[in-house]
T-cell receptor, first 111, second 113 residues
Framework: RKEVEQDPGPFNVPEGATVAFNCTYSNSASQSFFWYRQDCRKEPKLLMSVYSSGNEDGRFTAQLNRASQYISLLIRDSKLSDSATYLCAVIEDTGGFKTIFGAGTRLFVKA | DTGVSQNPRHKITKRGQNVTFRCDPISEHNRLYWYRQTLGQGPEFLTYFQNEAQLEKSRLLSDRFSAERPKGSFSTLEIQRTEQGDSAMYLC???????????FGDGTRLSIL
């Protein structure tokens, strides 16, 4: 089983739709969680951190479920410009600390 | 621009050659990370530094790979005797401290002929 797993998609949605992605992690000692956005042939850019209490930034909402070991990202009112790959990242405590990324979920928003 | 800077942006070399990449992190960030990314995959952790100390190294990092951060500022990643499987995007990121978000550079795209 991979340490961090995401549905690769692609998710094809019309403009204005609501779309949700999940990301599961295997290490219960994982400490910090993030969502990144990556455009084609570009570097990942931080979208938002994921806090235990959940957090919202405009059209984006992130949640953490420690009991079931997953994080989620909800995008409301999708825009064409939201088309990208969404990566989840988990910082694991393995004695040292390392960051594990999922393989990403591709989103295409169509007019 | 005070973001993470990487150079070169692209490197094309023949198999068997050595290559070195440089990363300049955001100046106040004491943690620096190296990743490798191939098409359709997320960034794969290679190693990270806290100041000049290399604290964690992936088991996937063969002895052909070495990274340094001699003064706790910029870092270099060297690959010796390159192989075709080394072709990838090499990403550097930095963060203010453990648990804080990482900010990525544009990456160095390595192509092995």
């Amino acid at each position: 089983r991979k340490e961090v797993e995401q549905d690769p998609g692609p998710f094809n949605v019309p403009e204005g739709a609501t779309v949700a992605f999940n990301c599961t992690y295997s290490n219960s000692a994982s400490q910090s969680f993030f969502w990144y956005r990556q455009d084609c042939r570009k570097e990942p850019k931080l979208l938002m951190s994921v806090y235990s209490s959940g957090n919202e930034d405009g059209r984006f909402t992130a949640q953490l479920n420690r009991a079931s070991q997953y994080i989620s990202l909800l995008i409301r009112d999708s825009k064409l410009s939201d088309s990208a790959t969404y990566l989840c990242a988990v910082i694991e405590d393995t004695g040292g600390f390392k960051t594990i990324f999922g393989a990403g979920t591709r989103l295409f928003v169509k007019a | 621009d005070t973001g993470v800077s990487q150079n070169p942006r692209h490197k094309i070399t023949k198999r068997g050659q050595n290559v070195t990449f440089r990363c300049d992190p955001i100046s106040e960030h004491n943690r620096l990370y190296w990743y490798r990314q191939t098409l359709g995959q997320g960034p794969e952790f290679l190693t990270y530094f806290q100041n000049e100390a290399q604290l964690e190294k992936s088991r996937l990092l063969s002895d052909r790979f070495s990274a340094e951060r001699p003064k706790g500022s910029f870092s270099t990643l060297e690959i010796q005797r390159t192989e075709q499987g080394d072709s990838a995007m090499y990403l550097c990121a930095s963060s203010l401290s453990l648990g804080q978000p990482q900010h990525f550079g544009d990456g160095t795209r390595l192509s092995i002929l």
